[in-house]
Structure formats: structure tokens, C-alpha cells
């Protein structure tokens, strides 16, 4: 199975823009859905966007819709998440997620392989 590691995460201003990258070990990176998910202080991770296995369907939380794109390079073995007109409500850790089969995609109980986390923070 594969393991990820997030990286990217940083310090921005309000309307700035991060890009974050999720590195997959293993051969099999392509035969996994991949997920991006958030969890601020106080608050239980939600789910950000995924992507299907050929990266043909993707999938946003109405709150980073038209900000956010999430996206993925199979020969790399690496998935991203571009962000963009950041919030200072867009600071979590960000956290990338992958599974063979979702019941959801929105679901974090639908991952069963986690990375360790990223933090990103958006001053106002």
C-alpha cells in the first residue's frame, strides 16, 4: 500500500495563494482516490476535495469551490492541491488521504491511508 507526505503548507496573507503537494510511495499510486481534508483547532477535519483514480472526476466542498483545485500526476505519484484567494477560515492543517474504494469521497471514514499533515495559516 502507499504511504504520503503532505508538503507546501506555510504562513500567507489573506488572498494569497499556496500550492500543496501529496508524495505517494509505492507502484500503485494510480488505483488509488485521492482526498484532501482540513482540521482547524476545536474542529473536526472536513473534507476539502478529491480525485478520482485517473484524475477525470474531482470533487470541492461548496466552501473552497472556484478557490481551490485539487489534482493529480499518476507517473509523478503525486497529487495537489492549488489554492487560491485564501481566507483567514482556510487555516487547518490540511491533511491528504487515499483509498482503493470510497463509499463517498466526502467521507473521511471512506480513507483508510493518511499522511502526517501540513499546516498552512492565513493572516488577515
Known amino acids: 500500500q502507499v504511504q504520503l507526505v503532505e508538503s507546501g503548507g506555510g504562513l500567507v496573507q489573506a488572498g494569497g495563494s499556496l500550492r500543496l503537494s501529496c508524495a505517494a510511495s509505492?507502484?500503485?499510486?494510480?488505483?488509488?482516490?485521492l482526498g484532501w481534508f482540513r482540521q482547524a483547532p476545536g474542529k473536526e477535519r472536513e473534507f476539502v476535495a478529491a480525485?478520482?483514480?485517473?484524475?477525470?472526476?474531482?470533487y470541492y466542498a461548496d466552501s473552497v469551490k472556484g478557490r481551490f483545485t485539487i489534482s493529480r500526476d499518476n507517473a509523478k505519484n503525486t497529487g495537489y492541491l492549488q489554492m487560491n484567494t485564501l481566507k483567514p477560515e482556510d487555516t487547518a492543517v490540511y491533511y491528504c488521504?487515499?483509498?482503493?474504494?470510497?463509499?463517498?469521497?466526502?467521507?473521511?471514514?471512506?480513507?483508510?491511508?493518511w499522511g502526517q499533515g501540513t499546516q498552512v495559516t492565513v493572516s488577515s
Open positions: 488521504a487515499a483509498a482503493t474504494e470510497v463509499v463517498s469521497y466526502y467521507y473521511t471514514s471512506s480513507y483508510d491511508i
Open positions: 509505492g507502484r500503485t499510486f494510480n488505483s488509488y482516490v
Open positions: 480525485v478520482s483514480w485517473r484524475g477525470v472526476r474531482t
